[in-house]
């Protein structure tokens, strides 16, 4: 009997994930499906059955070709995120294993700095950009995503490591090990799932970063969150376009996810059930 | 060894030239919207570049308030981001007056500014100067399905007051069958429901300032404006309609559910589209409503024109560009590619005058009668002391403009009556131009 009603409260909490995955999963579906209608199809109102229409692809890389924002895309997404670790390491190590009085204030203060809206500083950025010739380059955008992520990044190492037992380090060090040798051979590899998550969910954040990627850029390092706003319209339908240029660029994002998503959920839930 | 030299002489000529080419390579950054007219220009560049082969077009292609924002920012900061602008009536004048862009004087000969539509031309003057080249114009008018007038028993006048609107929509509905009499703008925004709302005041014989630049939220004309938009809305209007612009008023008009729907002269391109409108031989089209009694037509006017920012380094094939996408050639080039029922309206008288363009757009006559009753110099019947059509041409009225706008679509979607939504816009305007420094 017992094991009857844990089968079917298994069942029933089966399927309200699924309810509920899919609900959240919905409007990614559905942006798919649109984007494999035709215009008149998508304006027609809600249906889920699509003609198998390729022809948004079509004109959506004729107008706009693809690659060079999805180039400049994993560029900037990827090489934020390894400058944001090479700094957001060492930060993190000194913070969780050599605390101060001050650690958590600083902690608080960096956290802090996401609380200001982007706008705000926007003029003096540009004008930064546009003076040391940063202005619609690749290692601009790289610099300025590295900065806005940081805080997370380094909060996300800090609470991994303070997983870690300083005794271990302790060890490492009466074995000889000097600095580089303690993080570069004991702590990385044993936070390696920590950095792992911290690192695709930088990737995430950088890839969907909308605000300077369009503001910083015309058209060399225009990444794809560019491309899509290109396919907006004020006047004329073109919802079928924009779907297919949406599913584009959300494309390999959804793929890293759907294939990282066990270091991601460990990762996240990582010190969580202790 | 002779052979050898003459071989060395002509290797060096050669890149000579080349580096010469090279020198004078300019490449122009084009900043753009995603408009369908827009999307054809990218497509024939081609045309451009092969008869400046010493020029090449990069392009950037934003949604409309990403460009606004980008531009703006570029342009304050003199970044010399973008060497041609795509930007409209509203913007034209201010950004005119702070000397943001550059006198468009020293066009090609066969040009022929005279051609270009006067109230079009004189929108994008300023001091009798031009400062952009109108790409396409639009002013507003009324589209309405001739099956459903006709089964309703009503003839539309050319000229239509806003009784006859009412009646018409009144006859037209049927809500059973999802066909609802008219369909209007209810999503705020400035370029929003605020552009109809005003051109619609301006009908009635309303005014945004006085003067003295004290708002007139609180006088009969405006009321009596929003009181009958409001009713026509409610009563036969469809649901929901608090969240519809442009857009989604053409897909429902384009779905057969609306049987009246005013607004932009551009639609009617659309509308009677038979690849994307189901009722696209079942339109017809009339001028944009009067008050009885009450000589105004709104006087909406837009025009998305090509501009050079005054921070452009290569302001002389920028003009060079804007002279060859705003031409009478282009025109024709258009109509050669995709026929004449494609070519950018609302721009030149010629376009107007030609036969083939005539028989192709049955939209043709009323649009040019739209823009040419356009005044944006003086939009009300009473005095003004700003210009602009569907807009106040002042830097602050996009975020005023948006403001009232969500008053007035929080009075549609029945949050407020039409006399709260009136007073919380006269208190907020007041109180941003008193900030602004217009009220003394």
Redesign the interface.
Known sequence: MARAISRNSKIGWTVAAWLVALIIFFPILYTIITSLKT??EA???FDLIPSFSFSSYETVQN??NYFRPFMNSVVIAVGSTLLALIVAIPAAWAMAFSPTKRTKDILMWMLSTKMMPAVAV??PI??IF?RTGL??TRTGLVIILMLMNLPIVIWMLYTYFREIPGEILEAARMDGATLRDEILYILTPMAVPGIASTMLLNIILAWNEAFWT??LT??NA?PLS?FI??????????WAKLSAASTMAIAPILILGWFSQKQLVRGLTFGAVK | MNRTIRALMGATALCATAGIAAAQDTTLTVATVNNGDMIRMQGLTSDFTEKHPDITVEWVTLEENILRERVTTDIATQGGQYDVLTIGTYEVPIWAKQQWLVPLDGLPDDYDADDLLPAVSEALSVDGTLYAAPFYGESAMVMYRTDLAEAAGITMPESPTWADIKAAAEAMTDKDNEVYGICLRGKPGWGENMAFLTAMANSYGARWFDMDWKPQFDSQEWNAALTDYLDLMTNYGPPGASSNGFNENLSLFQQGKCGMWIDATVAASFVTDPENSTVADKVSFAQFPNKEGMDNHGNWLWAWSLAIPASSQKQDAAKQFIAWATSKGYTELVASKDGWRAAPPGTRTSLYENPDYQSEAPFAAMTLQAINAANTQKSSVQDIPYTGGQFVAIPEFQGIGTAVGQQFSAALAGQMSAEDALSAAQANTTREMTRAGYIK
Do not use: R
């Open positions: 215009e008149q304006i027609a109102g107008q706009n926007l003029v540009y004008l546009l202005m619609d369009i503001q015309t058209t225009a560019a706003a290109s396919f907006s319209s004020p006047q004329g339908l073109f």
